[in-house]
């Protein structure tokens, strides 16, 4: 009988443990998905310099890839805790000519520090450290039609 007693004990506390972290288990905050494009950060106002692209960020199925309007990067990530989680980000090592070479360094950089984010609507707000960034969604391509 007194075995029995000490048993229920631990299994009663096991048995709140579990609901109560079950009651405070929160989700993630979803990635953005979709296609971005920058419209200005703190290391560019317009988001872009004239006569380059403008900065791209696309976000689908647990991988991003960036565009700088030099070089590109891909890798994959995830949200934690309100943040842009990106694993092992690959570039391309083109040398940019300045300015681009100093935004494209800060760009990917900010990709690579876990940036909070957030969405208003369809602009698309990173903010890490001193560096912050706002883009807008833009239109997925549509599908190619098969020729006949």
Known sequence: MRLALRLRLPCAAAVLLVASCTLFDE?????????W?????????????PGIPRATLQIRDGR????SGCNTGTGTVISEDGKMAVAA????????????GSFD?????????????????????LAAGDDSARFRRIADKPAAKPQP
Do not use: Q
């Not at 494009?37 to 310099?49: H, K, L, P, Q, T």
């Not at 991003?64 to 565009?67: A, D, I, P, R, V």
């Open 105 to 125: 360094g800060r760009y990917f950089r900010l990709l690579r520090d876990r940036p909070y984010f957030r969405t208003e609507g369809d602009t698309l707000i």
């Open 27 to 35: 989700k993630p905050i979803p990635l953005p998905e979709g296609r």
């Open 37 to 49: 494009e920058m419209i200005s950060s703190s290391f560019v106002d317009a988001g872009r310099i």
């Open 89 to 100: 980000l690959a570039t391309t090592r083109r040398a940019c000519p300045e300015p681009i």
């Open 64 to 67: 991003l890839s960036g565009f």
